[in-house]
């Protein structure tokens, strides 16, 4: 390859991805997310967070980031809890991404110049780099294992520029695999190295050699086929300790480039003829290129945002530097999120993002909605029915936390959801809460009676609320008002003033006379704080708390029903 | 009572209402690892009162000044009655364990004594029990002396009214006084639930709010009596504030369940299992018993909301209760034990459960059901031997009694949970592992 030619492609693709790079870290400070994300300045957000890094890295908290960099960030010890199969997978991808990087594509800038004897055909670094080839190979498998296993019922967001970029990383590999394959099996490599170092490229004086690198190094001669005598096998081995044995190994040890020399052998000639080892060569370095400049632009650029979101979550309230700090950690999750998935699997409205059929209840998906909403393309006009789902996925969330919990990279995704929902309120998005209560609920059921039947989902009650599809769950009530009795949310509705229109057992009444509708648009259905005192403290073990949610779940499908038949008529 | 995991329970305590509580922490106690299984909920329909044994024989309806004379007579007309089997040294043991540990748990009840005692309900008429909880102490004295008392109450709080109590007793107590009062800062509540009350009595404010109210309507008063609601957690420090502010006994009258002593009771319970290392499942119920031969364990099988759990214990104590508390079900053939379908003593037919009276006084058939057990408290199956050599059972579950009209719930689940841990214990002796 024109050595003019590899430098101008790559320095254009570093300099791609050093605007990518500059383009993607100043979002952190210019996208806005929450009602608190207006007043901050890009330059204030930028200066808020220079002066708290550096305010963190002076004080006692930076020996913990130390911790945390070591066992968040280089042994991920976050997604180590969350499954022990992709933290294995994402452990042996990173570790032979970075050793295949040091020790084979900056091999002339670093690993040479580490090690004194290094020789890229010499073992232990001929075996090293089909290791490490393999480890990446073997990593990205098990993380795709992984997340198979994870299964939520909706397929993952679609995201083309993360697949095309495995997909360069694939062409990558594969070509890197099979041009050192055609390497070890060329004889036009065998001669002029030959010519080189033993000073011929006779084929006749090379017999031994030829003979022995046949049998022994892998070389395809076309004019060499059979088993060879000891004799000449001796006579080559004596030429090869002189001239190639001080920079070969037997390529054996390229476990994998090895054998697919030795499958590649019968059609060496016509390779040779098309010159494969150069458009492999050109594909494997342009791949290489494509890959570096465009990183920033994928979700590949977590490598760089997820660390730093570790150490931000390490750094605790330190590290907000808020408010303005806060504000700029949101956009960074939106670019941190690997979209592992593994938030998607543990949430807790997981049934009934099934049940509604809308899979912007789950995180990760939630997630890319918050990305366009704060991207100004999801209240675009002509969208409004991707916006409802939207506001949906928002509104039913249960805050119950376990997403952030369970987040490998730490992000504080209620905070994100709870800035996410005031900026959909705030485009005049209401909570369904809200809409619910701007009616009684004897009103609600009034209007529900006028529905017909095909204006509500088709999905079988018992898939959503199967505690309120089957009388058994809740006819064992003896209305003890023991559940209202523990409620804080009456408690605090009657001391206030307000009341709540029905208590909790009564509530369950209404369930036990079969008169479900008319619960679905009362205050104490939508008040519930889901504290689950009544849960614990019913004597006849019913999932009042447990029923409540249910409820609100199907109010939402037959209210909100009602409300689009109305917006209709 | 440290136990590593996978390790076996000493003991297994199924049922989380009065008897299962005691048991477990009888257990606790005498240093056995323990874990219950249950709902705690049916303890929020005690009234806080700890009946030991006030009416013998029932038919007649004869109430006794001393528990321990009644037992005597008990343990002569029906010695098989499960109080009749445990010695009164044994159930003062209990009793003074069982208090103690309730007293250290921050619920305080009045010293036990010898004698029954007498006390007004939320309806007026008089109830005997035995176990007095502090708060309800000064009530005992006042319906004894009959001083003149104010009795108040709040408006709407459901099946509680003063005013009832004072007609009920007009012709016994003159200078017995009624008064309702708004309970302030509920005043534009259509109803009121006394836990509500109670927690909004233990902030300063509103106990100030009440005692304002309350002072200038005493007059000549030399006791209060007030519902059931001075507090929960922080109940002893709201009644002494009352007392001290008032200047005269104040004392709280038992309200329907749910109600607020039964709350405390609760609490008091669970901190004092808390406190000794009881393990609980509260939201789970026991799907399947069975016992290993070889280990000599009993391998149960949880069921929860949050899935199923296996564990093993060396013994067994079942405390599920009757009919309410699930440990007995009314088929339509016949009654059965719910976990195991241990033999149920009971009539032979369906037609003979119940008296051609409802409101017979002497009882029906159906509330003596229950499980026979042997001098060890262990359940027999139908050949007359125990099912497994340590499974035992104690409280309501067992036959022989009606605790409801003999007024014995709490003696019953108490002396029973005592008596069984001791011969628990004994059975561990032999079965330890080295």
Redesign the interface.
Known sequence: MPAALFQTALYASLVLCALGLVWRISAWFRVRIGPDAQAPTPYQRAAAACRGSVSVLCSRRALHLLGVFFLDVLLLRRLFASGKLRWFGHLLAVLGFALLLLMHALAPLLGAKLFQDYQATLDPYLFLRDLFGVMILLGVALMLLGRSRARTGFAAPRDPAGASFIALLAIVLVTGFLLEADKIASARAFYRMAEQYAGTADPARLKPLRALWASEFGVAFEDLKGPQTPDLLAQGRELHDKACAACHSKPASAFVAYPLARALAPAMAGLEQGQADVWLLYLHVFACFVGLASLPFTRFFHVLASPLSLLLSGAGSAGEFFPAGRVSRRALALDACVRCGICDARCSVAPLARYLGNPLLLPSHKLLATTALAGGRLLRSGREAETVRAADGAFLCTDCGRCTSHCPVGLDLEDLWEAGRADLAAAGLPRPAQWVQARPAFEWAELLEQIPGKAFAAAPLAACAPLAADSGSFSRCVQ???C???CPV??HG??A???VDL?PQKVMNLLRLGLRDLTLGSRMVWDCAGCYQC???????I?VA?IMYELRALSVQRLGAVRSHGAQA | MMRARGDAYDVAVIGAGMAGMAAALFAAEQGLSCIQIGNGGSLLFASGLLDLLAVHPVAEGRRWQSPYEALAALAVDEPGHPLARVDSASIRAAFECFVSALGAAGLTYAPLGERNRQLLTSIGTIKTSFGVPAAMVAGVDALAARPPCLLVDFRGLREFSAAQIAATLAGHWRGLRHQRLEFPGYEAAAELYSAHLARALESGETRRRTIALVKPLLGDARALGIPAVLGLARASAVHAAFEAELGVPVFEIPTMPTSVPGLRLLGALESALGKRGVHRRQQASVHALAFDAHAGTAELELGSVSGCEHLSARAVVLATGRFTGRGLRAERDAVRESILGIPVQQPDSRAAWHQRDFLDPAGHALNRAGLSVDADWRPLDAGGKPVWPRLFAVGSILAQQDWMRAKCGSGLAIATAWAAMGKVRTALRGTVPA
Not at chain 1, 535 to 541: A, K, L
């Open positions: 003890c008002q023991t209202t009795n523990v009456v408690a009657n001391g003033g307000h009341g208590t849960q614990q403290s019913c004597p006849e073990g999932r447990d």
